[in-house]
């Protein structure tokens, strides 16, 4: 099926521990963009593309890092976890003005 | 800089009643476009519907219905007859000419048979 492919579905890290979300789509979009999501704090930017070898920081950037070296794969890579990195995380491609398609979330939790 | 605010963090009502979910966006662009998206108790993200800037014509899908005014800068969405299925959060998102989408911090609905 055509869309966004995120794995894994859920992880648990050890505090300090690193690890890489994938994300990955087929629909051939230029924009692609990571957000995590908190109680009551709705979906926040980590770090986005607007398309490949280009990357630019969000709103919550932080103790993440990306790249994009192929329009089809945006992963982000958690340096050393933090217990507030436990999040819910939810990558996104687009074609403005078409809209947004979202994977299907990542469950973190780092202990 | 953007902003998009869902005043309402929870909303209970009874199936069958008439309920709307309230945002309202900020932004200096005068090209843009409002999302309103469904995430039920599993946890994907549903599209339901998007607007541009220059489209201010309500639109009506099923017992779904959004009211877009530019005048006041809100962009809400109604659900008529609600139903039990109906329960999840909504968000509303705001995107401007650089393609990142803002959302709002969502309003939980919950409707009780």
């Known amino acids: 099926n055509a869309g966004v492919t995120q794995t894994p579905k859920f992880q648990v890290l050890k505090t300090g521990q690193s690890m890489t979300l994938q994300c990955a789509q087929d629909?051939?979009?230029?924009?692609m963009s990571w957000y995590r999501q908190d109680p009551g704090m709705g979906l926040r930017l980590i770090h986005y593309?607007?398309?490949?070898?280009?990357?630019d920081q969000g709103e919550v950037p932080n103790g993440y890092n990306v790249s994009r070296s192929t329009t089809e794969d945006f992963p982000l890579r958690l340096l050393s976890a933090a217990p507030s990195q436990t999040s819910v995380y939810f990558c996104?491609?687009?074609?403005?003005?078409?809209?947004?398609?979202f994977g299907s979330g990542t469950r973190l939790t780092v202990v | 800089a953007q902003k998009v605010t869902q005043a309402q963090t929870e909303i209970s009502v009874v199936e069958k009643e008439d309920v709307t979910l309230d945002c309202v966006y900020e932004?200096?662009?005068?090209?843009?476009?409002l999302f309103w998206y469904k995430q039920p108790p599993s946890g994907e993200l549903v599209f339901l519907i998007r607007?541009?800037?220059?489209?201010?014509q309500n639109e009506i899908s099923g017992r779904y219905s959004w009211n877009f005014q530019k005048s006041t800068s809100s962009f809400n969405f109604t659900i008529t007859a609600s139903q039990v299925v109906d329960s999840a959060v909504y968000f509303c998102?705001?995107?401007?000419?650089?393609?990142?989408?803002?959302f709002g911090t969502g309003t939980r609905l919950q409707v009780f048979p």
């Open positions: 996104a491609s687009s074609s403005i003005p078409y809209g947004y398609t």
């Open positions: 629909m051939n979009h230029e924009y």
């Open positions: 593309s607007v398309g490949a070898g280009i990357t």
């Open positions: 932004t200096r662009d005068t090209t843009y476009y």
């Open positions: 607007r541009n800037s220059f489209d201010e």
């Open positions: 998102a705001l995107s401007d000419n650089t393609d990142k989408l803002i």
